[in-house]
């Protein structure tokens, strides 16, 4: 029987991982500067223990000072709450369509500043794109957060592991997969998968069957090894989503957290 690895991460004073119940974040998604510290105040008040900024939903951009004092802005206000960025673009569900320079450009500047404890780089990204952040984020307090988004289907058990072995061979500090089920079987090859990928990889993962057929998954990840979830407080970004309220009732009941 293989040994679950003793792993774990700081966010801030923030720990996931082993040892830890499963961690809620709640995304930012304002598409404009002001009321992106407006939505921010909401999760602070809510029971999210993680915010997600979704810098993509704020379009197209080529003067980064604004994001940057906004960044800055963010996280004197949301103090010891660790702020994950992520820059999604189209191809995995995100609201930016990719150009490269812009999507560096935008990472590379809220990293100077100290804003990110935390960036999403999605794994179908160039390997001169994900060397380039992983320098970036390996020399600051920057956490990189590998990620993988199918919002089609689910694959097979044994390629999930697959992808989960490819992923890390990246060494990013987390890997993350969310897929999208289209049976009550595509969300056990999820659940599994995860389950086996958690013993043999080394880094915390995070995993989430998408969707009303996946909000199990949302409950009860750190019952096969996930390490936090994603929930609803102003809006969703993901479908099937909880609202941050409802699912830390859901996981207080059945004390999963």
């Known amino acids: 029987m293989n040994q679950k690895l003793d792993k774990s991460i700081k966010l801030k004073q923030l720990i996931l991982g082993t040892n830890a119940p499963q961690r809620i974040i709640a995304p930012i998604v304002a598409d404009n500067f002001r009321d992106v510290l407006m939505q921010a ?16 939903y704020l379009g197209e951009m080529t003067d980064f000072s604004q994001l940057v004092t906004t960044g800055q802005s963010l996280q004197a206000l949301i103090g010891n709450i660790p702020l994950i960025v992520t820059n999604r673009t189209s191809a995995e569900g995100g609201q930016l369509e990719f150009v490269e320079k812009n999507y560096l450009d935008a990472y590379e500047q809220l990293i100077e500043a100290d804003v990110p404890d935390a960036i ?76 086996a990928a958690d013993h043999q990889i080394k880094m915390p993962i995070i995993a989430i069957s998408m969707g009303d057929l996946g909000k ?28 941050a309220e409802h699912l830390r009732t859901v996981m207080e009941l059945i004390d999963l957290n």
Do not use: C
């Not at 199918?150 to 890997?175: C, H, Q």
């Not at 079987?185 to 599994?192: A, F, G, K, Q, S």
């Open 216 to 243: 199990i998954t949302r409950v009860s990840g750190s019952l096969f090894g996930s390490i936090a979830t994603f929930a609803a407080v102003v809006e969703s970004s993901a479908p099937g989503q909880i609202s």
């Open 120 to 195: 999403d780089v999605e794994f179908a990204q160039s390997d001169h794109i994900i060397t380039h952040l992983k320098h970036l984020t390996n020399n600051s307090k920057t956490k990189l957060i590998l990620s993988h988004h199918d919002f089609k289907g689910t694959p097979l058990r044994d390629d999930l592991i697959f992808l989960y072995s490819r992923m890390a061979k990246l060494e990013p500090d987390i890997v993350k997969l969310a897929v999208t089920p289209n049976s009550h079987e595509d969300v056990l090859h999820l659940m599994t998968a995860t389950t």
């Open 41 to 56: 105040q909401t999760i602070v008040d809510s029971p999210a223990e993680i915010i997600e900024w979704r810098i993509d």
